[in-house]
Nanobody
């Protein structure tokens, strides 16, 4: 069983920064793809940033140049550094981990950016 625990969300003014963390536990290996998604009210969940199985990174166009995903394999933790935040970044952010045919999700952490 895989468990993902996110932290680091909160309220920030536009232009500010936040760093999200996601700690994974259970039957995982460092090559398991992990990433961040977000869901704003009334919208579908969308990719923010992720590591692929060969450790390359993908970013949504809307966050390129502002957000950076990183990973500490020794701690089974993935981070999302978010800079130059905009009100449209407001959403619940979810961590994900892919293990074969299964995708695991964290409980989500709220990020609110005020204008």
């Amino acid at each position: 069983q895989v468990q993902l625990v996110e932290s680091g969300g909160g309220l920030v003014q536009a232009g500010g920064s936040l760093r999200l963390s996601c700690a994974a536990s259970g039957s995982i290996v460092s090559r398991n793809p992990m990433g961040w998604y977000r869901q704003a009210p009334g919208k579908q969940r969308e990719l923010v940033a992720r590591f692929t199985s060969d450790s390359t990174t993908n970013y949504a166009d809307s966050v390129k140049g502002r957000f950076t995903i990183s990973r500490d394999n020794a701690k089974n933790t993935v981070y999302l550094q978010m800079n130059s935040l905009k009100p449209e970044d407001t959403a619940v952010y979810y961590c994900s981990l892919v293990d074969g045919i299964w995708t695991y999700w964290g409980q989500g952490t709220q990020v609110t950016v005020s204008s």
